[in-house]
């Protein structure tokens, strides 16, 4: 059988704005947001009549924005679209992101049924001082209310999400909103340092000084105390930023891009994956959907296209070594890299690695892997530019 591929659907709304926030999302558009969705459904059949695509999908992942903005009907639909165009393993893992709080009592259940098997849930901190400096809009209650009510409705795999280095944080409060988050025993935990974008009201607020960016000394403190934490709850740790219970519930879906497989992906500002092309959509929402309604879709490929790359053979060797490394217990095969190219990892890599590994920044595992130093996770992208 076609080695599988995975799906992603970006659903581009949200209430409000946090003030770290530069993804792809807008807020006050929900009236677009019936038209977004008949495009998305548009967007994957024509997807795979055009691409005549035979393999099957073993993770979708709703992501955003807030897909926990919509209804379970919605949802249930996509998913419909999704199983009715392509043939979606028995066991695929379907994950959904959700604010806390947006998911009425009534609806945990119905959402049970819509198929999705996986919920991320954005926690990112214990303490409501934090979530409101953030500009969060939920509350710490509201996470553990959703947390009991999507055990309670069946869910076995939950994630949440964590942010660590927001201005005001302290070691101490940091800590605290990890034992909090562990007291929960999710099944899975992402932990993610803060980078401040351009463009944000939170760039903006440490400009003016009214907030003060935490030296990276304490980030990264906080990052390493997290680790131990995390050992000491027997976490999986298992990608850079990445804990799991069991080797079960790591993310399939995240897998797949560490792995640099195969991935669909559908809606404005989605990126795809794909016969060794990487295509992103056009962000704004109102030109998304011009462009799957009015653009000929029939006759084009990728009709909401807005970056169509043809990647090389060495930028794709460069991607399975630095998205390898993060798999911190896995790494990279050699053989497996040598079974996808044709070619030997330390003759592509002679130099960089000579170097890494003299330095102990990398090193082959008991499974002849090469694997990052732990002790390096966290300032791991300056390890990686020796491959860029
Ligand atoms: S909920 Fe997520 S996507 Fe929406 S503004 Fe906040 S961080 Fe951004």
Redesign the pocket.
Known sequence: MDKPISVYIHIPF?K???N??D?N?F?GMESFIAPYLASVKEEIRNCVISMEINQPVHSIYLG???PSLLSPEQIRELIQTVRDHFFVTRDAEITMEM?PGDLLPEKTMMLRSTGVNRVSL?MQSAINEELKCM??RHSVEQTLDTYHRLREAGFDNINLDLIFGYPGQTMESWRYSLEKAMELEPDHISLYALSVEKGTPLESQILSGSLKALPDDTVADMYDSACEMMKEHRYIHYEISNWSRTHQTESRHNKQYWYIEPYLGFGSGAHSYFSHVRIKNVSSIEEYIERINFNRPWENTYPAAEEIIALSELTEMKDVVIFGLRLLQEGVNPTKFKERFGLNLEDIFHYQLKKLLANGYVYYNQEGNLVLNEKYAFVSNQIFLEFV
């Open positions: 949200c409000t704005r946090c770290y926030c993804f999302t807020t955003g924005g807030t604010n954005g500009g969060r």
